[in-house]
């Protein structure tokens, strides 16, 4: 096999950018052209705002009632060069949730724009078209869905405590990488309040058509869960062992 033929056929396994070949000094055009594409739609998934209004039409149209809010990050602008601001509720946010609130609930789901609003648009209600179903089936209730801009992971913990939520799950469009802008990440934190830290949030990552389906992070989210509310905690204390399911339980229909 020559040099060429084994370069390309690596190629083939993976979005990284390999084999790209030589012109001179320097890269072919079309290698130079395909990175300035992808550094244009990385940028373009930061700037790109939330399309609120289509979002909770999907949402909706699930049959699940949904709220909007905002952090106190009052534009883009602002959002990226002061993550703390992300991380908190708007003062009329935060009285529109206390309105929403009723009776405790087992789960809030914060469906945010973080760093890539196209992430949410492609990823959100396809997850939470096969989720939703699953919740209901493990007989768990559920606040309104969240709609949050300018978010940061850790605006669901305000959200959480303020829906008297025992567990918060935030679906966040994530950091953009150039071959990967339309990524999705889920946390998963038990007992939101403000002041959780990282540690005590469990993350599933990279979840798209190219890299975790829908499906099988909406499996694992419901794993996830599940066994946080039996043994009270998330975080590093937790462990992901769905794949252990996945012979016997995957191939069948989530709960409901």
Same mark, same amino acid.
């Given at each position: ?44 998934? %930061?700037?790109?705002?939330?399309? #609120? &209004?289509?979002?909770? =039409?999907?949402?909706? *149209? !699930?049959?699940? /009632?949904? $709220? +909007? @809010? ?76 969240? %709609?949050?801009?300018?978010?940061? #992971? &850790?605006?669901?913990? =305000?959200?959480?405590? *303020? !829906?008297?939520? /025992?567990? $918060? +799950? @935030? ?86």
């Amino acid at each position: 096999m020559s040099p060429e033929e084994a370069w390309r056929r690596l190629s083939a396994l993976t979005p990284a950018r390999i084999g790209l070949g030589r012109a001179g000094s320097g890269l072919p055009t079309r290698a130079v052209l395909g990175f300035a594409l992808a550094h244009a739609q990385a940028r373009d998934a %930061v700037h790109t705002p939330l399309d #609120v &209004a289509a979002l909770r =039409a999907g949402i909706e *149209a !699930l049959g699940l /009632r949904n $709220v +909007a @809010v905002a952090s106190a990050a009052p534009d883009r602008a602002t959002y990226l060069r002061r993550p703390d601001l992300g991380r908190r509720l708007e003062g009329l946010s935060a009285e529109r949730l206390a309105a929403a609130a009723a009776a405790p609930v087992d789960l809030a789901i914060v469906v945010a724009d973080g760093l890539s609003a196209r992430a949410i648009h492609e990823g959100a209600v396809p997850l939470l078209s096969v989720l939703a179903p699953a919740i209901a089936g493990s007989g768990w209730s559920l606040a309104p869905v969240v %709609v949050a801009e300018q978010a940061r #992971v &850790a605006l669901g913990d =305000a959200v959480g405590a *303020a !829906l008297k939520a /025992r567990a $918060v +799950a @935030v679906l966040i469009g994530e950091r953009p990488g150039l071959s990967s802008p339309d990524s999705l990440g889920i946390y998963l934190t038990f007992d939101p309040r403000p002041g959780r830290t990282d540690a005590e949030r469990n993350c599933l990552s990279n979840v798209r058509a190219a890299g975790l389906k829908p499906e099988l992070a909406a499996f694992k989210l419901h794993w996830l869960i599940g066994q946080a509310f039996q043994r009270g905690l998330t975080g590093v204390a937790l462990k992901d062992e769905s794949d252990r399911l996945l012979g016997a339980e995957a191939a069948t229909p989530l709960p409901g």
